[in-house]
Nanobody, 125 residues
């Protein structure tokens, strides 16, 4: 599976962005998909994840209520809608897929097999 993340950019605090993760391959629907982010000098951290069918989602506490995640398996694409962005959201955002179906594993980046190249989100104050 090859993943392509896009949609990043420079925005002001309070603005919104929608990131997309487009996948190649007909097996995309077999994977749960997650978004992670990495700010300069920090470790990569979990942001959100969605199950294969899209009926289960998981979010980091820091983004709950502001971010939503969705998927369109017909288009092989997962979306991360980010609202009320804050400067602390500034990071490179990566999408990844995992064969693990249990939401318990979604936050563990070691459980993800394939990663996209990342897209930069910069939020100015």
């Amino acid at each position: 599976v090859q993943l392509q993340a896009s949609g990043g950019g420079l925005v002001q605090a309070g603005d919104s962005l929608r990131l997309s993760c487009a996948a190649s391959g007909r097996t995309f629907g077999s994977y749960a998909t997650g978004w992670f982010r990495q700010a300069p000098g920090k470790e990569r951290e979990f942001v959100a994840a969605i199950s294969r069918s899209g009926d289960t989602t998981s979010f980091a506490d820091s983004v709950k209520g502001r971010f939503t995640i969705s998927r369109d398996n017909a288009k092989n694409t997962v979306y991360l809608q980010m609202n009320s962005l804050q400067p602390d959201d500034t990071a490179v955002y990566y999408c990844a897929v995992t064969v693990y179906s249990a939401p318990y594993y979604y936050t563990d980046r070691k459980k993800y097999s394939y990663w996209g190249q990342g897209t930069l989100v910069t939020v100015s104050s």
